[in-house]
């Protein structure tokens, strides 16, 4: 399937492409457009993360968490990366400690002159071992 969002990703639309070819689509294939593309015309492929989208932001909730409930995925190590997730894309009135340092690492691979596609092929590793931590931090609750 076709994944269609916003280009110049940070940490949303990082996260999310992660998380849907570990756990919703192995086969995914991304598509980063321009922030002016009117996103009600796409009909080839799941738009997400884009003004106006049922798997965007809504409320305190960033795209990875609307995923999580669209694919009812319930693994408390991806709901703790949501926390997370949601800490270094927006601002929650109580966001989870390790955002600030995962905005951080957004914001430093943007600064690499590196594509999307290149951002996502390195730092997919990053998700890994966090999601890796969350694991091993939801055990021991």
Known sequence: MKWITREKIK???????????????????????PHRTDWSKI???????VPNCELGHHGEDVSFNSILKKYNLRDPALILLGEIVRAGDSRPKEPHPAGEGLRWIAAGF???GLSDHEILEREFVVYDALYTECKRQTSRR
């Open 43 to 49: 009909e080839d492929g799941i738009v997400f993360d």
């Open 11 to 33: 940490v949303d639309r990082v996260a999310c492409p992660w998380r849907i070819r570990k756990f919703v689509d192995p086969e995914s294939e991304f598509v980063f457009l």
């Open 110 to 112: 943007g600064a690499l």
